[in-house]
């Protein structure tokens, strides 16, 4: 390996990113937290360096020993803050074991969702790490290194019918500016207009945590949001929730790099040695978001 000018331990241990436990009583919890898993929910994953994935990285990278990361919250279960104000989540926790088999440090920097990208271009931030969807349109910017895989998922009360290819008449949550809010849902709903059925009545919510606790009080009848979000949910609200029907537009979630960056190589290898070993899955099922777990890391794996 090339030599450092940095010291560290050679060893972390993913562990303690939960701020608190759990309230699965009638709602979703609505804190600061997010409602993130108590440490004691957790299985520990230890990361260990690995040399020869490591020794691929930019010197830059080897010399300062961190990864700059621009990130954008919250979004819950994938990146938020706890209630100290730490940003936690999915998309840390493997970030952080990704950077330790990497043999750097994670250091993450908050920022507008729209300016990720371009700060990545200009040098400011080493990568994006905030649900970023690869798209072949986002490529011909950046290069992305694929290491989730999301959709769209409805959820229900435990025990409903809802079809979400047939929801004309029913009352659906989704958050404000998501995609399920913009595209998703109101396209069903044009739907079922031109079809001679009732629109479907679309709540819209500011947090997600919101549109949760409306269906677990039954003021709606189905929720929509990202696979991961769905998922995330339906374990915050222990037997309240469940999944109505199957994950569908599915897409990968990637780490936005300077375009041609060697980056995306190191990245690419830190995450497929982390889905070999075990470690990744581990990472998701904490947060129970396994649904979305790949096989393959990639670069540039957008499919649309």
Known sequence: MFARSYSRPARI??????????????????????????????????ISEVAEVAATLPQKNQDSGTLVVGVN?????????????????????????????LGVTAQYEEADFDRIIPSVQAGTYDLGMSSFTDTKERENSVDFTTYFNAGTQWAQQVGGKVDPTDACGL????????????????????????????????LKFDSQDDAANALVLGRVDAMSADSPVTAYAIKQTGDKLEAAGEVFDSAPYGYPVAKGSPLAASLQQAVQYLIDNGQYQTIAENWGVEAGVLETAQINGAVS
């Open 13 to 46: 241990i993913l562990a303690l990113s939960g701020a608190g436990a759990l309230l699965l009583t009638a709602c979703a919890q609505n804190t600061e937290d997010g409602g993130a898993p108590a440490a004691d929910e957790k299985t520990a994953v230890e």
């Open 73 to 101: 919250v919250p979004y819950s279960p994938n990146e938020f803050k706890d209630a100290s104000g730490k940003i936690i989540g999915f998309d840390v926790d493997l970030m952080d074991a990704v950077a330790g088999v």
């Open 171 to 202: 009352k659906v949550a989704v958050q404000t500016t998501t995609i399920q809010d913009q595209e998703e849902v109101p396209a069903k709903s044009a739907a079922c207009v031109t079809a001679g059925k009732p629109a479907i009545d679309i």
